[in-house]
C-alpha cells in the first residue's frame, strides 16, 4: 500500500495519463472524468453498505464447555462450543448438524443472571440501515445421564446491540423423546443499526421461570442489508448532483 501512495514515479505516471496531450481540452476532460467518478463513487458506497461483518458466525471451534468460538466472547454465564457428541449430549444418538454444518454453539436459557450467552463486536454497518440476522436455532433438550429423564423448557433467543434488545426468535420446543433427532429451524430478525459497529450479544433465554431451563443450540449467523426500494438509483442521483454543483 505504502509503495503505491509514496512512490514519485507512479505519481508521476498517473499524472501524465490524466492530462490530455491533444486536441481535448483540459475543463472538457475533467467534467467527463469527474463524471464517471461520481457514479464510481456511488456504486462504492453502495457496496459498503451492503458488506456488515461477523467473524465466524459457522461457530466453527473445539467443542468445549464454558467456551466461546473464535471471534466471539463470553457474554454470559457459560455457553458451551459443541458438536453432535455434545458436551452434554446424553442421548445415546448424534445431534443432527445445523444447515451450518460443523460445530456450534449451546446456550442455557435460564431466565435469570445464569443465562448463557456470547458477543462480539461487529463492524461494517450503516446507522439507519436495515439488516437482517439470518441463523438457525433448535431446542436439544436434556437427558439426564443418570436416571434418563428428559427435560427443558421451550426456548427461543434474543439479539441485543450495546445492549438494546433488536429482536427475538421464534419459540422451539424440544422433542418428545430423548431417542427423537433434533430438528433445526430457520430463523431471522430485522434491525434498524444505529451505529457502524456495535456489541453484538446473542442470548439463550427460556419461557419458563427462573432455572426452569431451555436447553437451545444456534448456528449459522450471517448478517445482510435489506435494501430500501430505489436505494441504488438515489446514490446515483446524489453523485450526479455533486458533479454539477463542482463545475
Ligand atoms: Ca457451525
Redesign the pocket.
Known amino acids: 500500500m505504502h509503495g503505491f501512495a509514496g512512490n514519485n514515479h507512479n505519481k508521476g505516471y498517473f499524472r501524465f495519463r490524466l492530462w490530455p496531450s491533444c486536441h481535448q481540452g483540459r475543463d472538457e476532460y475533467m467534467k467527463t472524468h469527474l463524471y464517471s467518478a461520481a457514479i464510481v463513487a456511488g456504486t462504492s458506497a453502495a457496496s459498503v453498505l451492503a458488506a456488515p461483518t461477523i467473524v465466524n458466525g ?3 471451534g473445539t467443542p468445549s464447555i464454558a467456551s466461546a468460538p473464535a471471534g466471539w466472547d463470553i457474554a454470559m454465564a457459560t455457553p458451551d462450543v459443541v458438536n453432535a457428541f455434545g458436551p452434554f449430549n446424553n442421548t445415546g444418538i448424534g445431534w443432527t ?2 444447515p ?5 454453539v449451546r446456550t442455557n436459557g435460564v431466565g435469570n443472571e445464569q443465562t448463557e450467552a456470547i458477543s462480539q463486536v461487529v463492524t461494517g454497518f450503516e446507522a439507519g440501515g436495515t439488516y437482517r440476522f439470518d441463523f438457525s436455532v433448535t431446542n436439544l433438550g436434556f437427558r439426564n445421564a443418570g436416571n434418563g429423564a428428559w427435560s427443558g423448557f421451550d426456548g427461543f433467543y434474543q439479539f441485543f446491540a450495546d445492549g438494546t434488545l433488536i429482536g427475538t426468535s421464534q419459540t422451539v420446543s424440544k422433542q418428545a423423546s430423548s431417542s427423537d433427532a433434533i430438528v433445526w429451524e430457520a430463523a431471522s430478525i430485522e434491525f434498524v443499526a444505529v451505529a457502524e459497529s456495535f456489541t453484538l450479544e446473542i442470548r439463550g433465554e427460556t419461557v419458563g421461570a427462573a432455572f426452569e431451563i431451555a436447553y437451545l443450540g444456534i ?2 449467523v450471517s448478517a445482510s442489508l435489506v435494501p430500501a426500494p430505489g436505494a441504488a438509483v438515489l446514490l446515483g442521483l446524489g453523485g450526479l448532483t455533486a458533479t454539477r454543483r463542482r463545475r
Not at 100 to 104: E, L, S, V
Open positions: 459457522d461457530f466453527n448438524a445445523s451450518n454444518g460443523g460445530t456450534f448456528d449459522g
